[in-house]
């Protein structure tokens, strides 16, 4: 049963939302820890450990969105299969090794998802769902902030 307050039309953009921003979420997950396995260079340590911390607030921030999901009624769409065929993320490269190849590609994904967070707000606020509003605001901050750690190793 959907939350009370809800019109129709509120829980179905609000779920479409969470669903494609999961699938993106999903996709950049695995792209962090594609980047974390395979990253060499002067600053291999640092940026490893950096891109495995990331990967795992983004998947608590993944727990949630398929929560809210579950809360609106919806079904949480994050088989292979569903992430597969929604995913607007680029596509992650898998013959990259050089740290900086590596932040490159990482710092664009997360910056181009983060500003699908922020177009989901947007969604969503004017759809009347607050709630869902929060958690995204909230995503947008988290990725905000991994974003600048992991830019930051571009330097100037």
Do not use: C
């Not at 640092?46 to 809360?71: C, N, P, S, Y």
């Amino acid at each position: 049963m959907p939350v009370k307050g809800l019109n129709d039309n509120a829980v179905a953009a609000s779920v479409a939302e969470l669903n494609a921003r999961l699938a993106d979420m999903i996709a950049l997950r695995l792209a962090l820890k594609q980047a974390h396995w395979n990253v060499k260079g002067p600053n291999f340590i640092g940026i490893h450990e950096l891109f495995d911390v990331a990967h795992g607030r983004l998947a608590g921030h993944e727990d949630t969105i398929a929560e809210r999901v579950q809360i609106l009624g919806g079904v949480a769409l994050g088989t292979l299969e569903a992430v597969a065929g929604a995913v607007t993320v680029e596509a992650y490269p898998t013959d990259l090794v050089a740290d900086r190849d590596h932040v490159a590609a990482i710092s664009g994904r997360m910056a181009a998802l983060g500003e699908k967070v922020r177009g989901a707000i947007e969604t969503v606020s004017d759809a009347g769902d607050e709630g869902t509003m929060d958690i995204f605001v909230g995503l947008s901050r988290a990725l905000d902030k991994d974003l600048w750690f992991i830019e930051s190793h571009l330097g100037g």
